[in-house]
């Protein structure tokens, strides 16, 4: 039995600095993540927080309180990561960590994304009996 395949989709900014970072060690940029990760490093600390206290655990990005949940909303209704950052009033390289960490945890965001609608609709239709 052996290590179970996973996949992961690196949006092209993220590719690209780590080809760059790769090249001045002459490696492979996906071996070079492997290596990073391996390490222990953790490429959105201090970037994607979460505590308890706020937005309720969600992950946001520090010292913003904008979930990356929002950031995600905005770009599946197809804003470019530009046109997200001017409505946020965030740094565009915090909109593309935001995506980065989505695509590295894109079940915990998508249970994050569903539950909101699930939620939205209740609160605007009003929660229907069961039975």
Known sequence: ???????????????????????????????????????????????????????????IIAGTGVTVRTVVGHYKLGLTPEEIADQTELDLALVYAALAYYHLNRSEIEADLQANAEEAVKQE???APHG
């Open 125 to 127: 239709f009003g929660a």
């Open 1 to 59: 039995m052996g290590t179970p395949m996973i996949t992961v989709e690196i949006p092209a900014n993220v590719y690209a600095r780590l080809q760059t970072l790769a090249t001045r060690e002459h490696a492979d940029p996906i071996e070079t993540l492997d290596r990073l990760v391996a390490a222990g490093a953790r490429p959105f600390a201090g970037v994607i927080t979460a505590d308890p206290q706020l937005r309720g655990g969600r992950p």
